[in-house]
């Protein structure tokens, strides 16, 4: 399982391992802690005192310092597990449930026809769907949209990025994502 790093204003930055949350922890990096220690690294004994140094590994870590506001101005990068997870594995034309080896990304506006490959022109399509629009937009294929696209938030797209998440990672992500979003289905 790995820790999800935030900046200390608590905004998402990256997903860590633990040997790396402990290189921050044992830097005093970290600035703050959430969720129940999960991971324990042991050092070696100190002569002095006997005693085995150790740190332990939260679930989540904010960490000294600051990013530039312009780093959370950009869009999250698109890829095909993300768009399945966020259109939750249903294709936008029939409305059925696939598993990820059936299911493409449909472009609504066809790349051989202007289209771009973005959050807001792509959903997910299962295959024999995707086949039947081919290169045409769906009101020419007499194809209507289920749902929308929309472009994840930043904490949408930690959620998104397909790991395994502990229940406190998660309750912290979905707090600061908007109740229309799919992900609270």
């Known amino acids: ?3 999800l790093q935030l900046d200390v204003s608590g905004r998402p930055q990256a997903w860590i391992t633990p040997r790396e949350a402990a290189i921050l922890y044992a830097s005093d990096g970290v600035a ?3 969720g129940k220690a999960f991971h324990v690294l042991r ?3 100190q002569r002095a005192t006997g005693v085995q140094s ?3 590994v939260h679930p989540i870590i904010a960490v000294r310092g600051s990013i530039p506001c312009r780093a959370w101005r950009h869009t999250p990068t698109i890829s095909n597990p993300k768009l399945f997870v966020r259109d939750r594995h249903v294709c936008a034309y029939c409305g059925g449930y696939f598993p990820f080896d059936e299911l493409t990304r ?3 506006v066809p790349v051989s026809r202007g289209g771009v490959d973005s ?3 792509c959903i997910t399509a299962c295959r024999a769907c995707n086949g039947r629009k081919a290169d045409r937009l769906p009101e020419e294929a007499h194809m209507s949209l289920l749902y929308l696209p929309y472009v994840p938030s930043l904490h949408e797209d930690m959620i998104l990025r397909g790991r395994r998440i502990f ?3 998660m309750d912290f992500l979905l707090a600061s994502v ?3 979003s799919r992900l609270h289905a």
């Open 1 to 3: 399982m790995d820790v």
């Open 32 to 34: 703050w802690t959430l």
């Open 43 to 45: 050092g070696g004994i």
């Open 54 to 56: 150790r740190i332990e």
């Open 106 to 108: 449909e472009h609504i």
């Open 119 to 121: 959050w807001m022109n």
């Open 167 to 169: 229940v406190d990672q």
């Open 178 to 180: 908007p109740r229309s």
